[in-house]
């Protein structure tokens, strides 16, 4: 840390002391127990306190940001959450960031519970099983970034062919990520890193490397030669709908996917940003989800978390607008509205003609046609959903059941999957809100 008129020192803050106290230029660890097991063991509300250090920041390790916050609220968000560590406050700007134990500020304020050393090592979380590329390498490999295959708020995804070590060629997608916005672009770079190089799943998009190198930041993935899930449900005409049973495989190996990041992989992950765009398609049409620069990490004994808005207009759940804690369920949420998009081959929201202005947003339109007994009009013209009416009206069931206002309500993704494939009876659904819908599409 840097003292106000004098030379730089290195110093650990109050209650916590140096890994090796032969090295002053060392890492950090607290001097107490921590974790979400001793929050609920312990039942004493002063069981946690914060120091302040003045001048102090964490630049470019933004976990989520708060806005409008005060410092109370700020240090309020931290004690709520069990993995928060250190919330960094600044009045400056009137707004305030939460990192993984973090909360920005021009003072930052250390919660006695969490180690610092945390976040500094998810920084070095990547250098294990990820391929480190030149930004040579990947021009060359994209032929000079000439062949787009899609983009977003951050970056374009190109084609490009590598060589691997037993010398034969593989294709990839490199995802390059803006970098006139620099802090978006790295936070989105280091979370999809750290993210995904703890996944390892059948219906997960799977990262082969990274460069980082100047301002660049670029991410490479197998390619997917089918594209996304978007282009097969939206770009057909009526006459070239994917099949009835490809689209039952690809609701099921979606949901499998959540399943595993909510509940089986080494920590557990919420996506925050399920929507068609996202989920890609390989040489066999099996579902892979991508893209996880907005996905929140968290152990897997905690339940909950704070942090700000994210996702996609029409695929976002009603308590991201409410400042409630965040769960998995915001993720089975998109899963809701997209299985309505799979089913239909509609996008959630849709310019209508007048007459038909009870069709544009789907999560509505799906419930009416639902209540009034009608529920082939979502697959009007396709004749393999309309012989399969018994399962087509479980599946806008499940869907119902998944954009219910209240979190509780929706179910489990593992649950979605017992429904899906019969193990579990499927219950009449209640209206999900309209006002649920109308903040989704905000």
């Not at 909510?262 to 920590?267: N, Q, S, Y």
């Not at 929706?410 to 494939?421: A, G, K």
Request: hydrophobic letters at 35%; aromatic letters at 8%; one cysteine or more.
């Amino acid at each position: 840390m840097s003292l106000p008129d004098k030379r730089p020192t290195c110093q650990c803050p109050k209650s916590y002391s140096l890994v090796n106290p032969d090295d002053p230029y060392g890492s950090c660890k607290p001097d107490f127990i921590q974790g979400c097991e001793e929050d609920e063991l312990s039942k004493r509300k002063d069981l946690y306190d914060f120091e302040v250090l003045i001048n102090t920041d964490w630049p470019f390790s933004d976990f989520v940001l708060q806005r409008p916050f005060t410092e109370e609220l700020c240090k309020e968000a931290c004690m709520g959450d069990c993995m928060c560590s250190v919330a960094i406050f600044s009045s400056a700007i009137l707004n305030a960031v939460l990192l993984v134990a973090i909360c920005f500020s021009t003072s930052m304020i250390v919660q006695y519970k969490k180690k610092l050393r945390r976040v500094s090592r998810s920084e070095t979380s990547v250098e294990t099983n990820l391929h480190c590329f030149t930004y040579e390498d990947l021009e060359e490999a994209t032929n000079g970034f000439d062949k787009e295959l899609g983009r977003g708020a951050f970056g374009i995804v190109y084609e490009g062919v590598v060589n691997n070590n037993t010398c034969s060629e593989t294709r990839v997608a490199v995802k390059k990520l803006n970098n006139f916005l620099l802090d978006q672009a790295h936070r989105e770079f280091r979370n999809e890193l750290n993210v995904i190089g703890l996944t390892h799943h059948k219906n997960l998009v799977r990262l082969l490397g990274f460069c980082e190198g100047g301002s660049e930041r670029l991410l490479v993935y197998e390619y997917m030669s089918n594209g996304t899930l978007a282009s097969l449900l939206f770009n057909a005409d009526e006459k070239q709908k994917p099949s009835w049973k490809l689209r039952l495989e690809l609701a099921i190996g979606i949901a499998k996917g959540l399943v595993y990041l909510h509940e089986e992989c080494i920590t557990r992950i919420i996506h925050c940003d399920i929507k068609p765009q996202n989920i890609l398609l390989d040489d066999y049409f099996n579902a892979r989800i991508s893209d996880f620069g907005l996905a929140k990490l968290m152990n897997m004994n905690q339940s909950k978390t704070n942090t700000g808005i994210r996702g996609t207009k029409g695929y976002v759940a009603l308590e991201w607008f409410k400042n409630m804690p965040i769960t998995a369920q915001v993720d089975v949420y998109s899963y809701g509205v997209v299985l309505l998009e799979i089913i239909s081959c509609r996008r959630c929201v849709q310019e209508m003609e007048q007459e038909d202005e009870e069709k544009a947003i789907l999560t509505d339109w799906a419930y009416d046609c639902y209540k009034d007994g009608a529920v082939d009009e979502l697959v009007e013209g396709d004749n393999e959903a309309l012989d399969d009416k018994e399962k087509l009206e479980k599946l806008v069931m499940i869907a119902i059941w998944c954009v219910q206002e209240d979190p509780v309500l929706r179910p489990s993704m593992r649950n979605v999957i017992h429904m899906l494939e019969g193990t579990v009876e499927v219950q009449v659904p209640p209206y999900p809100s309209q006002i649920s819908i109308q903040y989704s599409l905000i």
